[in-house]
């Protein structure tokens, strides 16, 4: 079995989300690349440093970006090839920005949603009103929606956790429309 189908594999015996294995699969294929396609086997901790170093100081990178990276990486060896790694000695660490989150107000999100319509527009009010993850939204089904409670089941969501959210009162017509047309 080729390596980027061992190291699928293994994240779906794992349970990890789809958009975690395509991140790992992407930073692995990087990482392969970066050292001439040289089997990961034959590299140490030292061609990893170089590596995550490289994020940090050629592709100026974010530091949450390149943790990512780093994660796949020992993912990788740990997991898949079952190679524990030492200390990765000296890497260079991209910095994290200091800087407030951009959260919309009120308005402005009510701005966004006016230029919306149709089953984007209810997703976007379903994120925004019930705080659902996207891939959570988009994985919505009927049974999880209680009317009567005013909830939302979240089922296997981060973490493969489940869990209950509320369901604005205001989007209770547009859902119950919604699932009449379909």
């Not at 692995?28 to 030292?46: A, T, V």
């Not at 490289?54 to 079952?82: E, P, W």
């Not at 524990?84 to 009120?106: N, W, Y």
Request: charged share 30%.
């Amino acid at each position: 079995m080729k390596l980027l189908d061992q190291v699928r594999s293994i994240i779906r015996k794992k349970h990890y989300s789809i958009r975690t294995e395509e991140a790992y699969i992407n930073w692995i294929k990087r990482y392969i690349l970066f050292h001439n396609k040289r089997h990961p086997k034959d590299l140490d901790e030292n061609d990893i440093s170089r590596f995550i170093s490289h994020l940090a100081t050629d592709l100026n990178v974010a530091a949450s970006t390149q943790n990512q990276a780093l994660n796949a990486i020992v993912f990788l060896y740990k997991q898949v090839l079952g190679i524990e790694m030492g200390d990765f000695g000296q890497m260079e660490r991209a910095k994290k920005p200091v800087k407030l989150p951009v959260v919309l107000s009120k308005e402005e999100a009510r701005k966004v949603l006016s230029f919306m319509t149709g089953d984007c527009k209810l997703m976007a009010q379903l994120l925004y009103g019930s705080g659902l993850r996207l891939m959570e939204c988009v994985r919505l089904r009927v049974q999880d929606i209680d009317f009567e409670r005013s909830q939302i089941t979240v089922r296997d969501g981060k973490g493969m956790k489940d869990r209950v959210t509320l369901l604005p009162d205001q989007l209770k017509p547009f859902l119950d429309d919604h699932l009449k047309k379909v």
